[in-house]
């Protein structure tokens, strides 16, 4: 059985290493040290990992983040390859239900913001696994929409979402609505339909988690 959220997160680190600590991501603000910093809080820093989506515990979370960020970059990439078995979001068990989105994500984060990119050929079963996270994402994301929303990864499946209005549709490869599903849409390489007022909301929308 393919495990795409090993791939994905080798792949990243991989690149890590070779871009070196200052290069770019797509999340602003932030440099391959930063986001590899990141990894590390959520998968061995239970304390702090709170942080990352509770507001209350951002301080710490971004205090202890910014600690291991300033250590040697080569450590901090390898233990983003290699996570602990005993964390709870990269244990056998969770691993590839919790990390393939993950570490999709982050290792566009990295290759997008990068001069000349383009977008991968994905396998068949990676793209099938983003498009079943992808459907939650989306119902999740834009459930307060206000548009009649239809999301369709042709080849893969389409689901309705929003509070109802004028109506949209969204297309894409199942990981580029990952993508934009999750707050990226500046680079991810979708197509909006629908009239300009709501689809221009919805590129420009906090997407995400």
């Given amino acids: 059985m393919p495990r795409y959220a090993r791939s994905e997160r080798e792949a990243l680190a991989d690149l890590l290493l070779d871009l070196g600590p200052e290069a770019p991501t797509v999340n602003d603000g932030w440099t391959t040290r930063d986001l590899a910093a990141h990894l590390v809080v959520r998968e061995r820093r239970p304390d702090a990992a709170g942080g990352i989506v509770l507001p209350p ?30 964390s709870p979001v990269s244990n056998p068990l969770t691993d590839e239900l919790v990390n393939t989105l993950e570490f999709f994500i982050h290792h566009e984060d990295v290759r997008r913001a990068q001069a000349g990119w383009r977008p991968r050929d994905l396998p068949a079963g990676l793209d099938a696994a983003l498009w079943r996270r992808g459907a939650l994402l989306a119902r ?3 459930r307060r929409f206000p548009a009649d929303l239809l999301v369709q990864a042709p080849g893969f499946g389409e689901r309705t979402v929003g509070r109802g209005g004028e109506p949209l549709r969204l297309v894409g490869a199942p990981g580029e609505l990952v993508l934009f599903l999750s707050g990226r849409q500046r680079v991810a390489r979708v197509q909006v339909d629908g009239p300009a007022a709501p ?7 906090p997407l995400g988690f």
């Fill in 140 to 142: 999740t994301a834009l």
């Fill in 199 to 205: 689809a221009e909301r919805l590129r420009t929308a």
């Fill in 57 to 86: 515990l951002r301080r710490y979370g971004e205090a202890v983040r910014r600690r291991l960020a300033a250590g040697p970059y080569p450590e901090l990439v390898a233990r983003v390859r290699r996570p602990p078995r005993w």
